[in-house]
C-alpha cells in the first residue's frame, strides 16, 4: 500500500480550499479546515519512514510543487489578514481621536501650558 497517498490527498484538499474564493465571512472556517488538516497530514508524515518504493518517491515528487504553491497561497492569507487588521486597528484609533480629539493637549485651568520649563 501506498503510505504517501493519503498525505497527497490531504495536500490536494488543502490547495483546493485556498484556491476556492475566501471571504471575510467564510475565511474563519477555512482556517480552521486548513489547520486540521495540516494536523491530519502532519501525524501522517510522522508515521511514514524508509525505505519508499518508486510509487511513493515519484508522488513525493508530486507533493513538492503543491507545497510550494500552498505555501504561497497561504502567506498571501495571512498577509491580507495583516493588512485588515492594521486598517481595523488604524479605524478604531481615528474613531477615538475624532470623539475626543483633545485628548492628548495637557492644560491646568483653562490655560496652555508648555511641557518644556
Given at each position: 500500500m501506498n503510505r504517501?497517498?493519503?498525505i497527497y490527498d490531504i495536500t490536494v484538499h488543502i490547495q483546493e480550499l485556498l484556491?476556492?474564493?475566501i471571504t471575510t465571512q467564510n475565511r474563519?472556517?477555512?482556517?480552521e479546515e486548513i489547520n486540521s488538516l495540516l494536523n491530519q497530514r502532519g501525524l501522517q508524515m510522522e508515521n511514514i519512514s524508509e525505505p519508499f518504493t518508486k510509487e511513493e518517491l515519484e508522488l513525493g515528487k508530486k507533493l513538492l510543487p503543491l507545497n510550494e504553491q500552498i505555501q504561497r497561497s497561504m502567506?498571501?492569507?495571512?498577509n491580507g489578514l495583516k493588512s485588515e487588521m492594521k486598517a481595523v486597528k488604524k479605524q478604531k484609533n481615528s474613531n477615538r481621536k475624532y470623539t475626543?480629539?483633545?485628548e492628548k493637549v495637557h492644560t491646568v485651568?483653562?490655560?496652555f501650558m508648555d511641557k518644556r520649563k
Open positions: 504517501v497517498q493519503p484556491k476556492a474564493e474563519p472556517k477555512v482556517i502567506d498571501q492569507l495571512f475626543n480629539p483633545y485651568d483653562g490655560m
